[in-house]
């Protein structure tokens, strides 16, 4: 099943591939949303080797991601992106429903 309401950017989808690709057994990446961090939520990030069964799974060329039901209550309409620049590389969420952020990019409030 695939939901619409978060999306891959092009850069983010190239980098999720070729970070799965690299790590045996993994075949998607795992976004969550959990209590804490600066500003009330924070992104965590893992490597899955497939989804749940009340994951929504959000697919884009070779790359899988995988969101769980409750996360993407916060995370709906979001864009999840790749920035690498010279402060360094990271995937960075881009989340209408967040009010403030902290300055690190991992941590939000709604």
């Known amino acids: 099943m ?8 092009d850069a983010a989808a190239k980098r999720i591939a070729a970070i799965v690709s690299a790590e ?22 893992d490597l899955a ?14 790359a899988t ?4 039901q409750l996360s993407l209550v916060y995370m709906a309409g979001s864009e999840i992106d790749f920035v690498d620049n010279l402060l ?3 995937f960075q969420i ?3 429903n967040a009010v403030a ?3 690190c990019g991992t941590s939000f409030s709604i």
């Open 2 to 9: 695939t939901e619409a309401s978060v999306t891959l950017s």
């Open 24 to 45: 045996t057994g993994k075949r998607a990446l795992r976004v969550a949303v959990e209590g804490g961090g600066c500003s009330g939520f924070s992104y965590k990030f």
């Open 49 to 62: 080797d497939g989804p749940q069964d009340d994951d929504i799974v959000v697919e884009k060329g070779n």
């Open 65 to 68: 991601v995988l969101i769980d």
């Open 88 to 90: 360094g590389q990271s």
């Open 94 to 96: 881009k989340n209408p």
């Open 101 to 103: 952020s902290c300055g």
